[in-house]
């Protein structure tokens, strides 16, 4: 709205009455916007943008080309199917299952191991989202509530 130094009349009744004011003061000051010299200010910069991009493309290309090469030397176009055939079997008969067993031992470590260390902790009630141990609360959560009370900082012992 500032930056426009002659609007047509239907813009001049939008404007505020010292709005044309503010553009003058703006336009003198060089702070004004010209759109037409927009292009020539903007046109080095889009070319490099472009310049760029092509080259980016030539590096994915060059990339590319070179991942289908190495692909053709492991995978032989003559046995390829027999190839990617058991690579498949090996993908489901080994490596599928040590999947499995390794999310379930990681299942069982947090719920079962977790708990010897310290245990599974609790948003702390009252304390504006600190957390604290669940054994600790579960032990005494009367001395919990006193404390509290107290305003006494939350402390707890593993």
């Not at 336009?27 to 759109?35: C, I, K, Q, V």
């Not at 020539?40 to 990339?63: D, R, V």
């Not at 299952?97 to 069982?108: E, K, Q, S, T, Y």
Request: charged share 20%; aromatic share 8%; hydrophobic share 50%.
């Amino acid at each position: 709205m500032a930056f426009v130094l002659e609007a047509p009349a239907a813009a001049r009744k939008l404007l505020v009455p010292s709005g044309a004011a503010m553009a003058r003061t703006l336009g003198d000051a060089g702070l004004g916007f010209d759109l037409d010299g927009a292009g020539h200010f903007l046109s080095p910069l889009w070319e490099l943008i472009k310049a760029k991009a092509a080259a980016l493309a030539a590096f994915f290309t060059s990339l590319l080309a070179a991942l289908a090469k190495k692909a053709d030397e492991l995978f032989p176009p003559e046995n390829r199917s027999e190839t990617l055939g058991q690579w498949l079997r090996v993908g489901i008969t080994v490596v599928l299952p040590a999947l499995v067993l390794l999310c379930l031992a990681r299942c069982c470590w947090r719920c079962c191991c977790a708990r010897a260390r310290g245990g599974r902790t609790m948003a702390a009630p009252g304390r504006r989202g600190a957390r604290m141990p669940r054994g600790a609360f579960e032990a005494n959560p009367r001395g919990y509530f006193r404390d509290l009370r107290a305003n006494k900082p939350l402390v707890f012992v593993h």
